[in-house]
């Protein structure tokens, strides 16, 4: 899955929003795709849990792996391995952030139906055949869904 070119990014980038301890030397190198272990290249981000084959880790071709301190060891000596305790959630948080839709700039669909007391920024989206209810405050960027009720 590659990642969209105006969202590539580096590990150190990574590291510094998802506060991950990565060596130095290695916060310069680009991550452009999250992928499976088997199918990483040196441009791959990739995570790993307890049951993954070690053949897996050390045959990897990953820029980095997530994975827990018990599996750190086996990660190809190629790969930096990012030692965190859930790497699937953390891996779960990074591609949403990497994939995170691109906002156009404020828009309402005709079909939502917002309360007079609600407050929206200029800047959010709200999808079609989404309430939402009085009181609610939607900040700068938000992007909502369609069906939602709020």
Request: hydrophobic fraction near 45%; include cysteine; charged fraction near 15%.
């Amino acid at each position: 899955m590659s990642v969209p070119a105006n969202q590539q990014t580096t590990l150190g980038a990574l590291a510094k929003r998802f506060s991950l301890e990565i060596a130095e030397k290695a916060a310069c190198r680009v991550i452009n795709r999250l992928a499976s272990l088997t199918n990483a290249d040196g441009q791959s981000l990739c995570f790993s849990e307890s049951g993954v084959r070690p053949a897996h880790l050390e045959q990897t071709k990953a820029a980095a792996v997530l994975c827990q301190s018990q599996q750190a060891s086996l990660v190809n000596k190629n790969s930096v391995a990012i030692v965190v305790d859930q790497p699937r959630a953390v891996f779960a948080a990074i591609a949403r952030w990497l994939y995170a839709p691109v906002s156009r700039g404020g828009r309402i669909d005709p079909s939502a139906v917002i309360d007079p007391d609600a407050q929206i920024d200029s800047s959010a989206e709200i999808g079609a055949n989404t309430v939402i209810g009085p009181d609610v405050k939607i900040a700068s960027g938000v992007v909502i869904g369609p069906n939602c009720l709020i």
